[in-house]
């Protein structure tokens, strides 16, 4: 019989993120070594996201499992979709597949960290995946005392995940839409009671026209906290899944090196896996500050353009055969330093990952100092835009071509550089007609620091 600990819904990328934080929490809680921890919430973590990329929602049990003498640590992942009819054939197709991200391998993968695994899926019934992970025999017994120890633990986390936080605020918003609602009838009757009371409760009409003054600001400030709520989690989703899917590709070369007994290059990939992850906690704590501290109040500092060039270009995969070319001289900016990141990442990424011609690519970056603005430009030798796409992609879930869809992007990264540039009331434009295209970007030139300015 299972011991059933704590039930998630899962309908978004941060749901994902919050599935794999506890995944990877009760395995430690109960004994897993390191290494069974991450293969654990790695497998919760791939199946989580299938549900939500398709089929929408779902929802995932943890729950602790006797089978065999042993206990093992259980996820049941369910959704209502219209279920896999071909489940033997993604298990063939993923043995012989060479790309690691490709369709179906996320079933396979996860079939390989777990000790036990389990689909059970109906034509329009829906599916269920079980992962179980064996628990060691010294592991304390979860009583139910304990079970409610961890789920007030997990209560009380502050200031660690982004999607509690997010939790928090919906919460703070509902309950302040309940106290408009009272307030808004309250409005109603003392306009009924002025109506009928005529000169003696003129007071109380200018009151009420007051509160209706201050119920109006409210909803608007309601309304711009939805949307940056909205904006939000979508940077998160977007902005965490290339740290993520590069942790997981280390970490399956790092199983493989250690099965086949390698410990040179798995101890190799280590300074890779710390520097991934120590990436994903400075994006976390960047974006998080940008929500909390609001637009405005973002820290700003010296920020040499061509270094923040190095550094994404240090993050990203680049083919040997591609070249790269930047100014040799760039300007320096006083400026919040995570969207210039985020821009250029963006930008580079794609110039790199829709490029149809590895042996031949160049990748240019160059910029011009205007009056009122600098003027940065990404050029590629790649396949171009259609121009019946250029006004269409930088629209949050527009769909677009065959050539310009992949399955390792969310499609939000150019919706996020363009809020980026409304934010700092500037702008961005494509540029493409055949091949190649031109990312065009303007800059605030008041943010410019000259060579002999100190910034206090």
Same mark, same amino acid.
């Given at each position: 019989m299972a011991n059933n600990l704590l039930k998630i819904n899962i309908t978004n990328e941060l749901d994902v993120v919050l599935a794999y934080r506890r995944a990877m929490q009760l395995s430690e809680k109960t004994g897993m070594a390191q290494a069974g921890q991450t293969k654990f919430a790695t497998a919760v973590s791939e199946i989580c996201r299938n549900v939500v990329e398709h089929v929408g929602n779902g929802t995932i049990q943890f729950s602790i499992m006797e089978a065999g003498g042993h206990n093992y640590l259980e996820a049941k992942v369910s959704d209502r979709g219209r279920g896999i009819g071909n489940l033997d054939q993604i298990y063939e197709r993923a043995t012989f597949a060479s790309n690691p991200t490709a369709r179906g391998m996320g079933i396979a993968n996860s079939r390989k960290l777990v000790d036990f695994f389990e689909v059970k899926s109906e034509y329009e019934q829906g599916t269920t995946v079980t992962l179980r992970k064996r628990i060691p025999s010294q592991s304390p017994i979860v009583t139910k005392s304990l079970k409610e120890v961890w789920l007030q633990e997990f209560n009380d986390e502050e200031g660690i995940s982004p999607y509690a936080e997010i939790k928090k605020q919906n919460m703070q918003q509902l309950e302040l839409l309940e106290k408009l609602r009272l307030r808004n009838l309250e409005a109603e009757q003392q306009l009924q009671e002025i109506r009928r009371l005529n000169l003696q409760l003129q007071q109380s009409n200018f009151e009420i026209q007051t509160l209706s003054e201050e119920r109006e600001r409210r909803n608007l400030e309601l309304q711009k906290a939805n949307a940056d709520l909205d904006a939000f989690a979508h +940077?998160?989703?977007?902005?965490?899944?290339?740290?993520?899917?590069?942790?997981?590709?280390?970490?399956?070369?790092?199983?493989?090196?250690?099965?086949?007994?390698?410990?040179?290059?798995?101890?190799?990939?280590?300074?890779?896996?710390?520097?991934?992850?120590?990436?994903?906690?400075?994006?976390? +704590?960047?974006?998080?500050?940008?929500?909390?501290?609001?637009?405005?109040?973002?820290?700003? &500092?010296?920020?040499?353009?061509?270094?923040?060039?190095?550094?994404?270009?240090?993050?990203?995969?680049?083919?040997?055969?591609?070249?790269?070319?930047?100014?040799?001289?760039?300007?320096t900016?006083? +400026? &919040?330093?995570?969207?210039?990141?985020?821009?250029?990442?963006?930008?580079?990424?794609?110039?790199?990952?829709?490029?149809?011609?590895?042996?031949?690519?160049?990748?240019?970056?160059?910029?011009?100092?205007?009056?009122?603005?600098?003027?940065?430009?990404?050029?590629?030798?790649?396949?171009?835009?259609?121009?019946?796409?250029?006004?269409?992609?930088?629209?949050?879930?527009?769909?677009?071509?065959?050539?310009? +869809?992949?399955?390792?992007?969310?499609?939000?990264?150019?919706?996020?550089?363009?809020?980026?540039?409304?934010?700092?009331?500037?702008?961005?434009?494509?540029?493409?007609?055949g091949r190649g295209t031109r990312f065009v970007f303007s800059w605030p030139a008041s943010e410019v620091v000259a060579d002999t300015e100190e910034v206090e």
């Open positions: +940077t998160v989703s977007h902005d965490l899944r290339s740290p993520l899917q590069n942790i997981g590709g280390i970490l399956n070369f790092l199983e493989n090196s250690l099965q086949n007994g390698n410990a040179e290059d798995a101890a190799s990939l280590l300074p890779m896996l710390r520097e991934q992850a120590s990436k994903m906690d400075k994006l976390i +704590t960047g974006i998080l500050a940008y929500s909390l501290a609001g637009h405005h109040s973002l820290h700003r &500092q010296i920020v040499p353009v061509r270094a923040v060039l190095q550094k994404v270009l240090e993050s990203l995969y680049i083919p040997a055969p591609f070249k790269i070319i930047l100014p040799d001289d760039m300007p900016l006083y +400026t &919040q330093e995570i969207y210039f990141y985020q821009i250029f990442s963006n930008l580079l990424g794609n110039a790199v990952k829709y490029h149809d011609r590895p042996e031949e690519a160049v990748i240019e970056v160059e910029y011009s100092l205007q009056r009122d603005f600098i003027f940065f430009v990404v050029q590629d030798n790649g396949p171009g835009i259609a121009p019946e796409d250029q006004e269409q992609i930088f629209s949050k879930y527009e769909a677009l071509g065959h050539n310009l +869809t992949r399955p390792d992007s969310s499609g939000l990264g150019l919706a996020i550089v363009k809020r980026i540039l409304e934010e700092k009331q500037s702008d961005v434009w494509v540029e493409s007609n």
